[in-house]
């Protein structure tokens, strides 16, 4: 089982231990613009000591950072019930004055509304009144325990629309289909899971593709997909001043070379409809009347494409056992791994099937268990793709067994019948009476038994007792009760 997957499946802690990054110089990262803001986890659902954690990564993410307002600005904004500005772009623009006012950082505590904090840093924070800049790329890194208590997908988006490379560091489970999406894309390079005394494991990795982005003084990609990517340049022209033409065809095929015109206060695009794995000849090439700019060039490879799996099934679902199935299956997969593990709990086991493959049978689960299911296919060519879904099983023999009744009078019986297996919450115990109204009682998972009254003499009546689970309705047990006739001696018979 690769790293990747695991650590997208329950985030468990990575296997290696705490470093410990070295204080002393570090490689300075000049030349680079960029406005960076910081999205960070301040509610109560985060210990004192994950938040203490937090702040020292971000600390160590940025020291190499050159600050100022041709450089980078960075800015923080904090989640809670209402979210929070703790400092804007444009407030702190040195190294020493950004590393100060981290440490000063004060957690807010209160509920996880990443959905507001996301609509506030959009309105609010990637604004010019707090001191972001039109013409720089922007970066959002959101710091989070893996949960929001609102709605994040369409704040979220929005941000993407404007143009903001979104990295999203989960310290907690989360949802991996929840944050991939909200993630910019590919996923695999900017969402990461991992524990948060681990945390320095992935600095430089962010930091390399942080810096990646910020890199504002050339034509660049970003965003890459088998089927597209984002071009971002500096700002060479305006709208008084003239305009832009983008050319890009395959390597080689100059024959298929597209064509896009864009006006001068553009500073970036998205390019769709592209062939997976291969490489494109970029072209930007600035027109203008005032004076010669010279084309921006770059060449970008798209991804190979993923596509399996897109859906995961779960069927055929027992007390110890689960069918999991997944489609498609193409050609370019080289195994499946199924990863589970009951929810809540970090114990995780994994099975390894053929890529020819789309179902497998899971065993030896825990009766009435809620498990985390996640499918991975592992390509030939290295890269995996992972979607996950949840299978709750089956009570353990959830049903009522051997119900018995007892004349107490002529019109009045006793019903009782053996505890159901499991944790039952409770019991329904329905009467349809023959002659009257049918009634339905509901008894404590103590009691098993209750008196049946009113039922008329000669009647035929149905009882029908059921156990009640938390998670899954019970299996019921019906029989027939006959009064005896009025006239008959009194005595007691029913037919099973």
């Known amino acids: 089982m690769s790293a990747r997957s695991l650590l997208v499946f329950l985030s468990l802690q990575a296997a290696l231990g705490p470093a410990s990054p070295e204080r002393g110089l570090q490689p300075s990262a000049p030349d680079l613009e960029g406005d960076l803001l910081f999205l960070l986890d301040s509610s109560g659902s985060v210990s004192y000591y994950e938040f203490s954690r937090v702040k020292e990564f971000i600390a160590d993410l940025l020291r190499p950072f050159t600050f100022g307002p041709h450089d980078v600005q960075t800015g923080v904004v904090h989640i809670s019930t209402m979210p929070s500005l703790e400092f804007p772009f444009d407030r702190y623009l040195s190294s020493g004055a950004v ?137 060479l022209l305006t709208r008084d001043t003239g305009y832009y033409v983008l050319e890009y065809a395959p390597n080689g095929k100059p024959r298929h070379k597209a064509r896009k015109q864009m006006p001068g ?82 114990s995780v086991k994994v099975v390894e099937v053929k890529g020819t493959l789309n179902s497998t049978i899971l065993e030896d689960l825990r009766a009435n268990t809620t498990y985390l299911v996640t499918v991975s296919a592992i390509y030939k060519s290295g890269k995996e793709k992972a979607l996950s879904a949840k299978a709750c099983t089956q009570e353990e023999e959830s049903k009522i067994k051997h119900l018995r009744f007892e004349e107490i009078s002529p019109t009045t019986v006793k019903a009782s019948w053996d505890p159901a297996d499991g944790s039952v919450v409770g ?68 037919r099973q």
């Open 99 to 235: 590393q100060h006012a981290l440490r000063n950082i004060k957690q807010k505590m209160g509920d996880t509304n990443t959905g507001k904090a996301l609509s506030f840093a959009k309105d609010k924070l990637f604004t010019a009144e707090a001191g972001a800049r039109a013409d720089v790329p922007k970066v959002m890194v959101w710091v989070t325990d893996g949960f929001s208590t609102d709605d994040i997908s369409q704040p979220m988006q929005r941000l993407k629309d404007m143009g903001v490379t979104v990295f999203i560091v989960s310290t907690g489970r989360g949802n991996y289909l929840e944050l991939s999406a909200a993630a910019s894309k590919p996923p695999e390079k900017h969402l990461h899971f991992v524990d948060v005394d681990d945390l320095t494991i992935i600095t430089k990795e962010l930091r390399d593709s942080i810096t990646e982005v910020m890199q504002a003084k050339r034509l660049r990609a970003t965003e890459i997909s088998s089927d597209s990517f984002r071009l971002l340049w500096p700002n």
């Open 265 to 346: 206060d553009h500073t970036t695009i998205v390019v769709n409809n592209l062939m997976p794995q291969t490489t494109y000849e970029v072209a930007l090439i600035p027109e203008s009347n005032e004076r010669y700019i010279p084309p921006q060039v770059t060449r970008v490879t798209t991804l190979e494409e993923v596509t399996s799996p897109v859906q995961v099934l779960i069927s055929d679902s027992k007390a110890h056992s689960i069918r999991v199935s997944w489609s498609p299956t193409p050609e370019s997969v080289a195994t499946y791994q199924i990863m589970y593990g009951p929810l809540p709990g970090n």
């Open 427 to 494: 019991y329904r115990v329905r009467c349809r009476r023959q002659a009257g109204p049918s009634t339905l009682l509901s008894v404590s998972p103590q009691i098993h038994s209750v008196l049946l009254s009113d039922l008329a003499a000669g009647s035929a009546n149905k009882v029908c007792v059921k156990p009640v689970y938390k998670n899954l309705p019970g299996r019921g047990l019906c029989r027939m009760v006959h009064m005896q006739p009025a006239s008959a001696t009194r005595g007691y018979r029913h």
